[in-house]
Nanobody, 125 residues
């Protein structure tokens, strides 16, 4: 019964910033790793970042290291993705997902059990 809902997408200019939120309902996120994926039109979905249930361990794709930061507030049942220095190649639909209860972080879409519906980020040049 876990539901994930993304928000915070929109249009931003090159070099700008956005913060995405992934809010959970139905279950607490305290024991779930949460990952962010993105997909551009005509491209395969790629893993962006993942955070462990406690927030201590984080993982990033090489393409976003140093620009994106994943964090979580378990009291609010929400995971965030702060995106800075955005580039046109960051454009796409961003999804949050989880591999499931007690499962560790992975950045493979096939490893995810629950997905949000996505939010669109467009970065203009």
């Amino acid at each position: 019964q876990l539901q994930l809902v993304e928000s915070g997408g929109g249009l931003v200019q090159f070099g700008g910033s956005l913060r995405l939120s992934c809010a959970a309902s139905g279950l607490t996120l305290n024991y779930y790793s949460i990952a962010w994926f993105r997909q551009a039109p005509g491209k395969e979905r790629e893993g962006v970042s993942c955070i462990s249930p406690s927030g201590i361990s984080t993982y990033y794709a090489d393409s976003v290291k140093g620009r994106f930061t994943i964090s979580r507030d378990n009291a609010k049942n929400t995971v965030y993705l702060q995106m800075n220095s955005l580039k046109p190649e960051d454009t796409g639909v961003y999804y949050c997902a989880t591999p499931g209860l007690f499962e560790p972080c992975v950045l493979r879409d096939g490893g995810m059990r629950y997905w949000g519906k996505g939010t669109l980020i467009t970065v203009s040049s």
